[in-house]
């Protein structure tokens, strides 16, 4: 599996375990009672909460993604050749980590895919709301369409780099 690959997979399970996360809070705080019908308060708070620690979280965990493959790299380069230098290591992770035309254009195309589902969520939380749904319906409509659309850019982003991709 190729470094961007591996990233990817990482950030998709942080996104599903956070948004995870976020269902279980909201859903606890609701059975329970303490939300009011129709607090919006709570649930523009909530959805702000759960956007800095997906932040935060995804911060932490990227950072900690790099370490580890770098120490994972190096520690290969050591048990291949004892007598490897600190810059042959660096030379191996810096090619690890190299992008190309083609991991741009997976971007691209899977961020597309990403954009245009959480665009539709947006439009679908629109339409809601002129059908006299509930205001707290339509902000978790939207709040779940661009959740979901990260998730599903990087899943589309798996798909393009296990099938490969082409130009047209």
Request: proline share 1%; charged share 15%; aromatic share 10%.
């Amino acid at each position: 599996m190729s470094y961007q690959e591996k990233r990817t997979v990482v950030s998709v399970v942080t996104g599903v375990l956070i948004l995870i996360s976020y269902f279980i809070y909201t859903n606890s705080k609701y059975q329970s009672g303490i939300v009011p019908e129709g607090d919006l308060k709570f649930w523009a708070g909530s959805m702000l909460l759960f956007i800095a620690i997906g932040i935060a979280v995804t911060i932490v965990i990227q950072i900690l993604f790099h370490i580890l493959l770098s120490v994972t790299i190096a520690a290969k380069a050591k048990i291949a050749d004892a007598v490897c230098d600190d810059k042959e290591i660096e030379r191996s992770i810096k090619i690890e980590m190299t992008t190309d035309e083609m991991d741009k254009l997976i971007e691209l195309k899977s961020n597309m895919v990403g954009f245009g589902f959480a665009g539709a969520g947006f439009v679908l939380a629109l339409i809601l709301l002129v059908l006299d749904y509930s205001h707290v319906i339509m902000l978790n409509v939207m709040f779940v369409s661009f959740s979901i659309g990260s998730i599903l850019e990087g899943v589309v982003q798996i798909y393009f780099y296990r099938r490969g991709i082409t130009n047209g």
